[in-house]
């Protein structure tokens, strides 16, 4: 039933460590997204796909690696993980139409990711 | 400046106020507009689209000022559900959709 999913939910570890966040969509659309959001609630925009092609790539250190396998699919890996690096992290999807305008983004729930 | 500036808040009114929220943006080439509602620790969700003409849905009213370069989302009657924080989101054309920091209402009995 979930259109957009992401694991894990919760995810604690050392600075230092490499990890990873999987993001599926049952929706059948084209554009997935990667979002920041920090402890001040700012909801940044880290990447995009569409159909599978990087589309938007903002000003995130190349520790951040996206890879979409499939439309269905887009997991953000990190490595070396440092303390900024904590925030919640959610992947989103969006439905065809005019290059994303106009066009309603559907949230995962979010992944909180705790470094320490 | 931001390109998405909403005023923090926090809102704290009694139910059944009516309370409206402002949103200005910076590039006047922006497309699309919309608001979108996060409650807490939760996923941000659509609220409604904004468009020049402006747009009610129930209790909700969104206006759009392109001269001006602002938003606005009107609640009458709020309930004690509507407490939540609201995004003031801006499409500038293709993918690119720029979220405001949001606004908290929080709604008493």
């Known amino acids: 039933d979930t259109a957009v999913s992401q694991t894990p939910k919760y995810l604690v570890t050392q600075m230092g460590n490499d990890k990873s966040i999987k993001c599926e969509q049952n929706?059948?659309?084209?554009?997935m997204y990667w979002y920041k959001q920090d402890s001040k609630k700012f909801l940044k925009i880290m990447f995009s796909y569409n159909n599978k092609e990087l589309i938007i790539n903002e000003t995130v250190p190349n520790r951040f690696s996206p890879k979409s396998p499939d439309k269905a699919h887009l997991n953000l890996h990190i490595n070396s993980l440092e303390l900024g690096d904590s925030a919640v992290y959610f992947c989103a999807s969006s439905p065809p139409g005019l290059a994303g305008s106009y066009n309603e983004q559907f949230f995962g729930p979010g992944t909180r990711l705790t470094v320490l | 400046r931001k390109e998405v500036e909403q005023d923090p808040g926090p809102f704290n009114v009694p139910e059944g106020a009516t309370v409206a929220f402002n949103c200005t943006y910076s590039?006047?080439?922006?497309?699309?507009f919309f608001w979108y509602r996060q409650d807490c620790r939760k996923e941000p969700k659509l609220l409604m689209s904004v468009y020049s003409s402006g747009n009610e849905d129930g209790r909700f009213t969104a206006q759009l000022n392109r001269a001006s370069q602002y938003i606005s989302l009107l609640i009458r009657d709020s309930k004690l559900s509507d407490s939540a924080t609201y995004l003031c989101v801006v499409n500038k054309g293709g993918f690119k959709t720029i979220f405001g920091a949001g606004t908290r209402l929080f709604v008493k009995a």
């Open positions: 929706l059948g659309h084209d554009t």
């Open positions: 590039n006047s080439a922006s497309q699309s």
